[in-house]
């Protein structure tokens, strides 16, 4: 062999060990990056067949090369890569992070429940995460998230409830639109309901849609797993909202159409008392519900329904009526018992004398229980013979014992009236024995009129007092500005009409009429001194001295002074009468008249003899001329008749 040929035959032999660690390295490494563990063992075998494959002492005795025997092995290592990658796999399982997959409970304690996943270890999920399903049992198939497939600790970790999250919303739509029924877990009390869990949703159920009948206690249903059905979604806020009610009431449709086919008037149905109101008691007969108004409940007057009756109470009642659609059904309850009038003693009639006690007060009157169910009205008016009518509540209180006696009685119409004046004596009938004409007596003032006083001498006994017959001399314009209510005066009886119950009284009589005396003092044309108490474009009133309690009028034209002024309020002077009037107690003066006496007479006179005035002014004039003046005249005439000739 030549050396030419020689050469490229060692080239060969040295690249041929290169081309092969060349590959066993590329095979080294696509093993690692699939299974780091089992391939690092692989790596070593490969080493060391290509280590036995080619060693030194080979190249150095120059076998021939064979692409076989590299291509052989080539294959022999990717076999083994592939066996090492379908265990890795086998051993790992089909589990992928973030993923749901389905589990199977292995064991569960009071914590926590052990789910196996087929994977190399279990999962280890809180308890608390099944509240919604309490019947959950060792054996059963559940849904988990796998959160992370090793920890820190090589522990598998679970989560159901972010498992039920992600399918929640799916499932909710679901149950929606085919209205299934699902079970939900209520977590907590809010605002006008309950937060119930649903496929790991928060749904807010309803405080109407818990039950058919109103609900008093909401915490009694938290913490329990019931059956809802799924009746509204919000999609664009992701809310849901629940109902147990329109379970129960699928329930009950049936049931209220048998009950409503059946009801007839004078029925009597077994209840349960549903709500209490202030006017009546809703009772449930069984999914159809009926009201008991509150004076159908007892024969006796109450106050409020809860009386009688108490919620969740199992009472009998009977139908009274109900409308064509038997939709208002009108119950009773009193009407189970004999009526209480049925009981009331057949020889009671009027004008016996009954015993009972004061059930209610009303202004106009008061209502006395003379039995159980059996009532009369004490009208206001026949509770004292005083004409003065007062509130009931003056005379008694609820719960006092009473007699009065009947003053009518109707049993067909179970009324009856009775009187509480009647027990005493009635003090007019000897009014005029007690209260003689002429007699003086002490009263106290109970009211005011325009034109008047009422005074009440006793119980029972009232007076009027004319408003002239309050004083001789003032001038009165209405009774307070005389006296006031709740006053004592004394009077005189004036008048008596037992039969219309009037008395007429009179104080100013206890006096002498002063007027007597004052028709003398103030003659017309005396004078007298006198200080203006008012004035007016009208005139004023004057106030004498000398004569306390005595006032005249001065009108207008005589309140002018001799120079001129007119009087004021507050000033004296003197006046002169120029009328006076005993029975209109009236008495006239004049300022004027006390300067101007000849004046005034004279200007009388003259106005008494029309155009006479002239005749005396005329006649007055000639007298005083003198016969020198007609001489004057004379002379004068004459001298003008010359001129015109």
């Not at 029925?267 to 109101?277: A, F, Y």
């Not at 309850?333 to 009671?348: F, G, T, Y």
């Amino acid at each position: 062999m030549s050396e030419e040929n020689q050469v490229p035959k060692e080239e060969v032999q040295q690249e041929a060990p290169v081309q092969e660690a060349v590959a066993t390295e590329e095979t080294v490494e696509e093993a690692v990056e699939q299974a780091p563990a089992e391939e690092a063992a692989a790596e070593v075998v490969i080493e060391e067949e290509t280590a036995e494959a080619v060693t030194p002492e080979e190249v150095e005795e120059d076998a021939p090369f064979s692409w076989d025997d590299v291509e052989g092995s080539k294959a022999a290592a990717s076999k083994d890569r592939e066996a090492l990658t379908a265990l890795y796999e086998e051993t790992l399982g089909s589990s992928i992070e973030h993923q749901v997959v389905e589990g199977k409970v292995t064991a569960k304690t009071d914590r926590e429940v052990i789910i196996d996943i087929n994977s190399k270890s279990e999962g280890v999920v809180s308890l608390n995460e099944f509240r919604y399903n309490p019947e959950l049992a060792v054996g059963d198939a559940v849904e988990v998230l796998v959160d992370r497939q090793e920890d820190k600790n090589g522990q598998l970790v679970l989560s159901h409830r972010k498992a039920r999250s992600i399918k929640a919303w799916d499932r909710v739509n679901e149950a929606h639109e085919s209205d299934e029924i699902v079970k939900g877990y209520v977590k907590a009390r809010t605002k006008g309901g309950m937060i119930v869990d649903v496929f790991g949703l928060e749904a807010f159920l309803p405080g109407s849609q818990i039950d058919v009948k109103p609900i008093r206690d909401y915490d009694q249903y938290v913490d329990k797993t019931m059956e809802f059905k799924v009746v509204k979604i919000n999609h664009e806020f992701k809310n849901v909202v629940v109902s147990h009610k329109a379970l129960i009431e699928a329930d009950l449709e049936e049931q209220k159409k048998e009950i409503i086919g059946k009801l007839e008037k004078g029925q009597v149905l077994e209840g349960v008392v549903k709500n209490i109101t202030s006017y009546g008691v809703f009772i449930d007969l069984g999914g159809v519900d009926g009201l008991v108004h509150i004076t159908d409940l007892s024969w006796s007057r109450i106050n409020h329904p809860s009386e009688v009756v108490e919620l969740d109470q199992k009472i009998n009642v009977v139908i009274l009526d109900f409308d064509e659609g038997k939709t208002r059904i009108q119950l009773g309850l009193k009407q189970l018992e004999k009526h209480p009038w049925d009981a009331l003693d057949a020889n009671v009639a009027v004008g016996d004398t009954v015993k009972g006690k004061v059930v209610v007060l009303a202004d106009y009157g008061a209502f006395v229980e003379v039995l159980p169910g059996v009532e009369g009205l004490i009208h206001v008016s026949e509770m004292s013979w005083s004409a003065h009518l007062r509130s009931a509540g003056d005379f008694m209180k609820v719960g006092d014992e009473v007699e009065a006696q009947v003053l009518t009685l109707d049993r067909e119409e179970r009324k009856m009236s009775l009187g509480l004046k009647q027990m005493t004596t009635d003090p007019w009938t000897d009014i005029t024995t007690k209260y003689p004409q002429g007699s003086q007596h002490k009263g106290t003032v109970r009211n005011f009129t325009n034109f008047g006083i009422f005074l009440e001498l006793e119980e029972g006994i009232d007076g009027l007092i004319h408003i002239s017959d309050l004083s001789w001399t003032k001038k009165i314009k209405h009774p307070s500005e005389f006296t006031s209510i709740g006053a004592t005066l004394e009077v005189v009886v004036l008048d008596i009409d037992a039969e219309n119950r009037r008395l007429s009284l009179g104080h100013k009589q206890l006096e002498n009429n002063p007027w007597d005396e004052y028709a003398k003092a103030f003659e017309v044309g005396s004078t007298h001194t006198g200080t203006m108490i008012n004035s007016g474009d009208k005139g004023g009133d004057v106030s004498f001295a000398s004569h306390e309690g005595v006032e005249a009028y001065c009108p207008a034209r005589h309140i002018t002074k001799e120079d001129g002024g007119k009087l004021e309020k507050g000033e004296s002077a003197e006046f002169k009468v120029i009328e006076f009037n005993k029975d209109n107690r009236r008495i006239v003066v004049s300022h004027v008249g006390t300067y101007k006496e000849v004046d005034m007479k004279k200007s009388r006179s003259a106005s008494s003899n029309k155009g006479g005035g002239n005749v005396v002014s005329a006649s007055t004039t000639a007298e005083r001329s003198t016969m020198g003046d007609l001489d004057a005249l004379a002379a004068l005439k004459e001298q003008m008749d010359n001129d015109k000739k």
